[in-house]
């Protein structure tokens, strides 16, 4: 099945600088690629999310990078805010698969 | 804006009891999930169920646990002998399409097996 590893489990930086969080997956045949935000106690909430037909996507301070031949996504965030301060999970699913594979999760801690 | 709910948001129960968690799912939505997420660990998929039958489920979800859809609007998850390390907060969620499409989340109900 798909395994979905995520770096770094923990990210700190200074208000206003950028945050990357990496992704790698197995299953070739994965094609969808959501980027989940959860604050403590809370449910999970969709930031963003590529599908395999596009290599970037972005929402104003938010932007999605996927290298399919790699088998890696990433999320960047620019001019990071305290309030970006959470976990992000990143997850993989393919066509006809609603089997949705989780990263283990990162800890962004933005840093007025 | 509509939103899937779960109930109960809290449960204790004795180890070996069976627990039911609810949810209601956005109205118009065709598919819906179960996922267990452990503190401080991964959202970890468990069932996904559409068209009154399972069309996933991963190696977690095995002979103690179900999901049933009793009525037009619940979307259930048993547990019948409930176990120490089945004590998680469990995400129920839905969409309209099924893959490849945005899944929204419930608030959770987080399980406590004691």
């Known amino acids: 099945g798909e395994n979905v590893e995520q770096h770094p489990s923990t990210l700190s930086v200074q208000e206003g600088d950028s945050a990357v969080i990496k992704c790698t997956y197995s299953?070739?045949?994965?094609?969808?690629f959501p980027w989940y935000k959860q604050e403590l106690g809370k449910r999970p909430q969709l930031i963003i999310d590529?599908?395999?037909?596009?290599g970037e996507k972005k929402d104003q301070r938010i932007a999605v990078t996927l290298n399919k031949t790699a088998k890696h996504f990433s999320l960047h965030i620019t001019e990071t805010q305290p309030e970006d301060s959470a976990v992000y999970f990143c997850a993989a699913s393919k066509r006809d698969n609603n089997d949705m594979r989780f990263g283990a999760g990162t800890r962004l801690t933005v840093k007025p | 804006e509509p939103e899937v709910t779960q109930t109960p948001s809290h449960q204790v129960t004795q180890m070996g009891q069976e627990v039911i968690l609810r949810c209601v799912p956005i109205?118009?939505?065709?598919?819906f999930y179960w996922y267990r997420q452990i503190l401080g660990q991964k959202v970890e998929f468990l069932v996904s169920?559409?068209?009154?039958?399972?069309?996933?489920k991963s190696e977690i979800f095995d002979d103690q646990f179900s999901v049933e859809r009793p009525d037009g609007s619940n979307f259930t998850l048993k547990i019948r002998s409930t176990k120490l390390e089945d004590s998680a907060m469990y995400f129920c969620?839905?969409?309209?399409?099924?893959?490849?499409?945005?899944?929204?989340f419930g608030p959770g109900t987080r399980l406590l097996v004691l």
């Open positions: 969620a839905s969409n309209q399409q099924g893959d490849q499409e945005t899944q929204y």
């Open positions: 109205s118009n939505h065709l598919y």
């Open positions: 169920f559409y068209n009154n039958e399972i069309s996933e």
């Open positions: 299953d070739s045949a994965s094609n969808y």
């Open positions: 590529i599908r395999s037909n596009v």
